[in-house]
């Protein structure tokens, strides 16, 4: 018999639709863990979009009142799709209620709010979820394995980057992401959050950062609620509200271990699609990884010899963690998606076995403390250390 976990979904937007369709597949990518997850209940405030929800993916009730979700009592696990603003409500509601929570990073509109939702699910014992999902592409999963073997040597330059073009068209609408009301901050949150993960994962901890912030794209065409999404564009002629949170971050960085390193992201940047990246370099070799060609991993692995000196690239294989559930043959290129799925297994599989995993809540704490201090950094113009913001 599978042990099935009830999962109710809120807002069932872009990501929504995403935890949606991975949970439909764990059972099928995933035979051997014998979990199936059961579709319980989706809401959205915007009715079409919980029924439409309904619908494709099979759940058993939708609402429009996200308090349904955490009622029912059906449901074990919860995720949190939502705009930001909403995530701790949600989660202090769900946490009181016993419910696992599978929360889209940010966690919350700021760091402040990172460290209340830590405490909230630390002392209600439920297992929490991240969104990092750039964690678990095999080759960064491989990456990760050959830096803890010590196969790079010590860390001693480490390069993050999330460049984005979502918002580069000037009349790209004025949706919540754009609203420091809405959102919190803007490329801190949503960009930089996954780039500090992916740091932290690869080269430990960071001590202390000096960072920069700007907002290029000052006033955006005022979005009509219910309707589109931040891909969506209005006209030159429509009218306009302001954008109040940050286009682009910059930051210099000091890993605990002696390390150095530079974070860069950009939500309105010309050039790159979606450049989730990082370069590592240790005294034995080196890393570079792009999502833009997720499936590839360029690893330098000096040996002395001058006439071969270079990078070799290595293709996602059945050898990597993770492949095997979706391709039997090497370099058969996985997906976003795929990754979404893998973060929804692992999620499960920590309910489950009633073991938290990462990343969790403690995770998302531990990046909100190194955006904090960027945000310090914002106002002093000055090194800032990056200091515990954990409540006792
Ligand atoms: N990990 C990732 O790669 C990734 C990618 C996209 C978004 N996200 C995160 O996911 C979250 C949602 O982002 P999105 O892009 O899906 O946004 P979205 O705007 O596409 O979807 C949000 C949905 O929430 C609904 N909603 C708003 N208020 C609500 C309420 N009170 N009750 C119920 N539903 C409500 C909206 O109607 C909308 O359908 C954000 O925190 C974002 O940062 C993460």
Known sequence: ????????????????????????????????????????????????????????????????????????????????????????????????????????????????QTAEIESIAREAGVISWVGYNYRWAPVVQYARKLVQEGKIGDITHYRGRFLVGYGRDPNGILSWRFQREFSGSGALGDLI?????????????????????????????????????HFSTGSAESPKGDVTNEDYVGALVHFSNGARGSFEACRVIKGPGCEMAFELNGTK??????????????????DGSDEHDGTTLIQSSPKHPSYVQFQTGPAISMSYDDLKLIEATE??????????????????????????????????????????????
């Open 1 to 112: 018999m599978p042990h099935t976990v009830g999962i109710g979904i809120i807002g069932m937007g872009w990501i929504g639709t995403v935890h949606s369709r991975c949970y439909r597949q764990v059972s099928d990518r995933y035979r051997d863990l014998g979990i199936q997850a059961r579709m319980v209940i989706c809401a959205d405030e915007v009715k079409n979009r919980a029924q439409e929800a309904q619908e494709r993916f099979g759940f058993e009730h939708w609402s429009t009142d996200w308090e349904d979700v955490i009622s029912n009592a059906d449901v074990e696990a919860i995720s949190i799709a939502s705009p930001n603003f909403l995530h701790i409500d949600m989660i202090r509601s769900a946490a009181k209620a016993g419910k696992h929570i599978f929360c889209e990073k940010p966690v919350g509109m700021n760091p402040l």
């Open 193 to 229: 959050s996954h780039v500090v993960d992916m740091a932290h994962s690869m080269a430990g901890s960071i001590q202390s950062v000096t960072s920069t912030s700007e907002t290029f794209i000052t006033q955006r065409p005022i979005a009509t609620k219910g309707t589109g999404d």
């Open 285 to 302: 070799g080196a890393l570079k990884w792009n999502f833009e060609r997720m499936n590839e991993l360029q690893v330098h692995f000096p």
């Open 347 to 392: 999620f499960l599989k920590s309910i489950v076995s009633e073991k938290q995993g990462e990343p969790g809540f403690k995770e998302a704490l531990a990046v909100a403390e190194v955006q904090e201090a960027m945000k310090k950094s914002w106002e002093s113009r000055k090194w800032e250390e990056v200091v515990s913001l954990r409540k006792s």
